[in-house]
């Protein structure tokens, strides 16, 4: 989330995640910590394994389907042999030689099912492994992220505990011991926010003053 999301309304009753928000307030002064690069490269290798795990179901069901007809279709050659050799006509003959030709073409279509069941599964394998290697770079990326947010917290707390002491009313001597709108009013302080801020909190006598000592545009209701 921006800055902006967390004090985009200062007014009585504001929920403050303040580790999030102070977070926040870092990033929107753009201080970087010492494992940005690592990050991103976990991000970035993520992203590239972040498929779905194809399942060989369907294939298999393919595979089984063109062995029913196949079988189906041996019994039809079978029994157009026997009447061929029963009756030496040219109509039985004729029937044999159609279900000898949907048998070959039932052979082909089996064996293009059985290769794609044997592709099938070959992604599906890699694609657990993969599925492997998304859970490890997904821990790394999760304790990348906290590592980052406790680096980017530290930076400006000093500045944020300095703020909640002088904001205006406050009666805090640190952001943690601030009210959520004191709190607020801080972050608004130490980071950057670019659209206006609304205030509903009564603690600047007009726009000017709250402009200036927050360092931000304001929108006073």
Known sequence: MRLYDHVAVVAPG?????????AAAARSRGVSTSVD??????????????????????????????????AAQRERVA????????????????????????????ETDHQAALERLSAARERARRARDDRERRLRLQDRVDNLERTAREERVAAVRPAADAAAAAAPDSEADSFEAATPV??????????????PVALACRRFPDRPT???????PVIRL
């Open 14 to 22: 504001l929920a403050l995640d303040r580790r999030a928000a102070l």
């Open 37 to 70: 690069e690592a990050l991103r490269t976990a991000r970035v290798g993520l992203a590239e394994l972040d498929e779905p795990v194809p399942s060989p179901a369907e294939a298999r069901r393919a595979v089984a389907e063109a062995e029913s007809e196949l």
């Open 79 to 106: 029994t157009r042999r026997g009447r061929l050799e029963a009756t030496d006509d040219a109509e039985a003959e004729t029937a044999y030689r159609q279900a000898v030709r949907t048998l070959s073409e039932l």
């Open 182 to 195: 004191t709190a607020a009013l801080a972050l608004v302080r130490v980071g950057t926010v670019r659209p």
């Open 210 to 216: 709250a402009e200036a000592w927050l360092r931000a």
